[in-house]
């Protein structure tokens, strides 16, 4: 079972503002826990992060015929990118959208996602875990 973990814009600077929404910890600290995840699922990772729309298009349809799905959070790019939308269409790998803080509490713009229309599910407002829950479900929630 091979992830891709995709990261839109801005998630590298997690813990550096806004702690009550996305809370304190860094982004090193969010790629370290998704790789504990993978080793206890038994799974391999590979980690992406981008702040560049197109870079995020070309990495999902990289993964066709590398990987067995997909978890990703397009951060910002949730609500306004057709682009990625189409791209994990194009590929049909099984994806599941994750969000660290619950977008439905926030602004009203945030209550649209595009890639979610492309996912299986989404889990929102778990913080890191929805990264977990995520990971679980397209392994089957099988562990090692
Ligand atoms: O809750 C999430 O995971 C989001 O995808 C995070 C995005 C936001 O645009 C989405 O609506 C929800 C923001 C990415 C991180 O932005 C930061 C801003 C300031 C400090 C640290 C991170």
Do not use: W
Not at 11 to 34: H, Q, S, T, W
Not at 46 to 62: C, L, M, P, R, T
Not at 63 to 84: C, E, M, Q, R, W
């Amino acid at each position: 079972m091979k992830l891709l973990i995709i990261n839109g814009p801005n998630l590298n600077m997690l813990g550096v503002r806004e702690p009550e929404i996305y809370g304190k910890r860094d982004y090193a600290a969010l790629c370290g826990f998704i790789r504990n995840c993978a080793e206890e699922l038994g799974a391999e990772c590979e980690i992406f992060q981008s702040n560049h729309e197109g870079e995020i298009v070309d990495k999902i349809q990289s993964a066709l015929g590398k990987f067995d799905g997909i978890v990703i959070n397009p951060a910002a790019y949730t609500h306004t990118s057709v682009a990625i939308l189409d791209a994990l269409k194009a590929v049909a790998l099984p994806a599941v959208e994750v969000h660290i803080s619950d977008v439905s509490a926030r602004e009203p713009f945030r209550r649209i996602s595009y890639a979610g229309m492309a996912c299986v599910k989404t889990f929102a407002g778990y913080g890191f875990d929805g990264y977990r829950m995520a990971m679980e479900l397209l392994a089957g929630g099988e562990r090692k």
